[in-house]
């Protein structure tokens, strides 16, 4: 299964007066690593849109292990644990240099035809193809 980590660090108007990355801003740490993961299968949301798909996320959870500070260098990974009917992407956020477990989650996005505005009930072709498997 795909995946894909990048390196995160955290910039001064992510944190609080206290030094901590405010708990929002994890999201766009996630997207950045779900996004290089995509462009790992040359799916990225160019392709998806193109393909005449949209693929919106209907669940996000995230927990929170410690806090991230203000300077600190998170490897952000995104994997794709899942894809009948839906994508699951699982995350881990650990502290670059020591490997401490910071943050873990997980998002759930479904198929959306884009020209009618439907939930596809299957998983649709494109996505066996960019992951190099046979339906």
Partial sequence: MPEA???VEIPFHDVDLMGVAW???YFRYLEAARSAMFDKIRYNYREMRDSGLSWPIIDL?????RPARLGQRLAVCAQLTEFELRLKVDYLITDAASGAR???GHSIQVPVDLASGELLL????ILYQ??????
């Fill in 102 to 104: 910071l943050t873990k």
């Fill in 130 to 135: 960019k992951l190099g498997i046979a339906p």
């Fill in 23 to 25: 708990h929002g801003h």
């Fill in 122 to 125: 299957g998983t649709p072709a």
């Fill in 5 to 7: 980590t990048i390196i």
């Fill in 61 to 65: 959870r995230l927990r929170y292990l």
